[in-house]
């Protein structure tokens, strides 16, 4: 099974670049900072030997806060605002199809997902193992322009749960709305900072309070920062882009931020629950851990070992019929970041 391994490397960098590098690859769940592992020490994080923070963990004090988390059948709703192809729809349900599947090839997304199903509430429950697709709602028209902004965003999601045609079912305990933007739409620190981020829902704008991710494609905007390794950023010499394992360099691209976003969804949907660092405005989460780890060795402008198909698509885990890029997290067993494609598994 290591066979076909390659290590992705963006070496020949400066250490200046890769710090700014990093800085720019960090998604925050709030996402109005770029530094959100600010409690943790950043000197580590970005100059210690990725190494040693995938595979120990002295400094990171992930903690429970008591808050709920998603220990019921999943419900993720999807919500494609703007122009999508049915193609790119296809990818990105195959992938949320993947995380309960029992029969796919090792290392498999449902593998992946049962370190996220390690947490757990204050009554000992586990997250669900169970995610599925639920019902779907195209904004074909934009319907709050082609520039978001964060509470734009809560009501692009109030239109959907309360149009009066086929409004996306209210469900506050186990749904999630994800809620996800074409090339074309300009979504505030979008590019800037962040891939995508996740929250829930205010009562006075949308009615109810419903956590929800927003993830954009940034295939027109910036694929070298939210798109990586699939697309690489223009100022960095001689770093060359991989082939994605869809075809859709801005869509696979997608996939692991919207894993990352899920990861966190699950085990903190109202922003109380599971995350390190002493202050609630800022959590660093059991994705943001792991940002920019795919493999083992990975940290810093390493992804890690990955793997590589007869097309040369690079990838690292398997879903039904298809394979993915997909960032680790944080497991709290063990305490370092993992994934199914682990090498000492
Ligand atoms: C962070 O860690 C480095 C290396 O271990 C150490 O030199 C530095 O003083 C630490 N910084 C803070 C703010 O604790
Ligand atoms: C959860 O989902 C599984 C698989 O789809 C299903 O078999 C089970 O009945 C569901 N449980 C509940 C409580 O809906
Ligand atoms: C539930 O979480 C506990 C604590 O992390 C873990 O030991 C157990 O294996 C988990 N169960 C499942 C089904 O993941």
Redesign the pocket.
């Known amino acids: 099974m290591h066979q076909g391994s390659v290590g992705r490397s963006s070496v020949p960098v400066l250490l200046g670049l890769t710090l700014s590098f990093l800085l720019l690859f960090i998604t925050p769940v709030l996402g109005s900072t770029i530094w959100p592992h600010h409690n943790i020490n950043n000197t580590d994080l970005v100059f210690g030997a990725s190494k040693k923070f995938e595979g120990s963990s002295d400094f990171v004090h992930l903690r429970y806060h008591m808050g709920p988390v998603l220990t019921s059948n999943i419900t993720v709703h999807l919500i494609w605002y703007g122009a999508w192809q049915k193609s790119q729809k296809k990818i990105i349900r195959g992938f949320l199809n993947s995380i309960s599947a029992v029969d796919s090839k090792h290392p498999s997304v449902s593998s992946w997902w049962?370190t996220v199903?390690?947490?757990?509430d204050q009554t000992g429950a586990?997250i669900s193992?169970h995610v599925n697709v639920g019902d779907e709602k195209n904004d074909r028209f934009y319907s709050h322009g082609k520039s978001l902004t964060r509470l734009s965003i809560q009501s692009v999601i109030k239109s959907a749960v309360t149009t009066r045609t086929h409004p996306l079912p209210i469900n506050p305990k186990s749904g999630l709305y994800l809620l996800l933007t074409s090339d074309d739409v300009h979504v505030e620190n979008f590019c800037g900072q962040v891939c995508g981020f996740h929250y829930f829902t205010f009562p006075s704008i949308v009615g109810y309070t419903l956590p929800y991710a927003w993830v954009g494609n940034s295939a027109k905007q910036c694929p070298g920062f939210c798109a990586y390794p699939f697309a690489v950023p223009n100022y960095i010499p001689g770093l060359k882009p991989v082939k994605s394992p869809n075809n859709d360099a801005g869509v696979d691209g997608m996939i692991s931020v919207i894993a990352h976003e899920l990861a966190e969804l699950a085990t903190n949907p109202l922003v109380n629950a599971w995350y390190a660092g002493q202050d609630p405005s800022f959590p660093t989460e059991i994705a943001d851990l792991c940002e920019g780890i795919y493999g083992t060795g990975g940290g810093g402008s390493y992804t890690g070992q990955l793997m590589e198909d007869h097309d040369g698509a690079t990838y690292n885990m398997n879903g039904m019929r298809r394979r993915f890029l997909v960032q680790w997290v944080w497991n709290?067993?063990v305490n370092y970041c993992s994934g199914p494609n682990a090498l000492d598994q």
Not at 117 to 120: E, I, K, M, R
């Open positions: 049962k199903q390690l947490y757990t586990n193992r709290p067993v």
